[in-house]
């Protein structure tokens, strides 16, 4: 039998679409192998390709001129006057450290144990055994005391603690069995980077002028609010039967104004990027006091000029008085 004629070419044309590919004379593996040897392959190594983000082994990575973090959503730019060298532009998130005290929100209730947002990668958790119960008794927990739990934190409560140590899963393990340590009321929470709180001895103040309490939270939280006198655990008792008439007590306005005034000096210098220390933020608010700015008015640009040009000309005068010393 003879083979089938040939079909005829189409008078209108091929079809639309795609056009058949033309067969590879060569096998595709011997042209890779072939350019690999000659150091042609299509591939380029990790990190040079022009369009492509990447990431090495530390987390640093990008693409063409800008560099990403890829852990903490950090992000760099290289400076054009000096070649090779970073600029970071995004806030640095805290870096904790064992004995650190910090300032969270409560943002869930779990058994036997609060989580807390303390501006970190995870939550920190803080167990029901690493605190002082309300009667102020050394005992163990029992389930009577896991259904109250409520009855001491409920979500979105402020609540100061140390740093106690971390978990198997990176998170941070609190603890609060001092009596400094606890709910936090009646006052203003803080947000600022966390590198512009330096640890220090002291992070809890008393400022008696105001009557205010300032805590400094290394995790970047501060907190200001009305001042609270720590009772002993004997004396615990004995407030019980006050706790109804201290609910029905107000703050003074006088106190809240003091609260803001501290509150809006914090702000101010956090937006300025000055390192934040309790004698900075007092001279800052008596500053607002002394040139007649209301506590509305911080916030303007005619006292950023001002606070701003008062740092810089302190500095000037330590620089000085150091040169002459030497």
């Given at each position: 039998e003879r083979p089938p004629p040939p079909a005829e070419p189409d008078p209108e044309g091929p079809p639309r679409g795609r056009a058949p590919?033309?067969?590879d004379p060569c096998p595709r593996g011997r042209v890779r192998r072939r350019r690999h040897r000659r150091g042609q392959h299509?591939?380029?190594?990790?990190?040079?390709?022009?369009?492509?983000?990447?990431?090495?082994?530390?987390?640093?990575?990008?693409?063409?001129?800008?560099?990403?973090?890829?852990?903490?959503?950090?992000?760099?730019?290289?400076?054009?006057?000096?070649p090779g060298s970073f600029v970071l532009f995004d806030l640095i998130r805290y870096k904790p450290e064992v004995g650190d005290i910090i300032v969270g929100r409560v943002i869930?209730?779990?058994?036997?144990?609060?989580?807390?947002?303390?501006?970190?990668?995870?939550?920190?958790?803080?167990?029901?055994?690493?605190?002082?119960?309300?009667?102020?008794?050394?005992?163990?927990?029992t389930a009577v005391d896991e259904l109250n739990m409520r009855s001491i934190f409920e979500e979105n409560d402020v609540v100061c603690a140390e740093v106690r140590g971390f978990q198997h899963d990176g998170s941070l393990h609190l603890q609060a069995r001092s009596q400094k340590y606890g709910k936090l009321q009646r006052g203003q929470?803080?947000?600022?980077?966390?590198?512009?709180?330096?640890?220090?001895?002291?992070?809890?103040?008393?400022?008696?002028?105001y009557d205010v309490d300032l805590i400094l939270g290394c995790n970047g939280f501060i907190w200001v609010g009305e001042h609270v006198v720590?009772?002993?655990?004997?004396?615990?008792k004995e407030d019980e039967q006050k706790l109804s008439a201290e609910a029905e007590t107000f703050t003074p306005i006088e106190t809240?104004?003091?609260?803001?005034?501290?509150?809006?000096?914090a702000r101010l210098l956090s937006a300025l990027g000055f390192t934040l220390t309790v004698e900075l933020i007092i001279q800052t608010a008596e500053a607002s006091v002394s040139s007649n700015v209301e506590i509305n008015d911080m916030l303007g640009a005619e006292f950023y000029v001002q606070t701003a040009e008062g740092e810089a000309k302190r500095r000037g005068d330590l620089l000085g008085k150091k040169r002459s010393i030497q």
């Open positions: 590919r033309a067969p299509p591939r380029q190594p990790r990190g040079q390709h022009p369009q492509r983000a990447w990431y090495d082994g530390s987390g640093w990575g990008g693409g063409g001129d800008a560099v990403r973090r890829g852990g903490a959503g950090q992000q760099a730019r290289l400076r054009e006057d000096a869930e209730i779990a058994p036997k144990r609060w989580r807390l947002e303390i501006n970190f990668s995870q939550d920190a958790v803080l167990m029901l055994s690493s605190m002082n119960l309300p009667d102020g008794i050394q005992r163990r927990r929470l803080l947000t600022v980077p966390a590198y512009l709180v330096k640890r220090r001895k002291l992070h809890f103040h008393h400022l008696e002028q720590v009772r002993e655990i004997a004396d615990l809240r104004r003091h609260i803001c005034r501290l509150a809006n000096a």
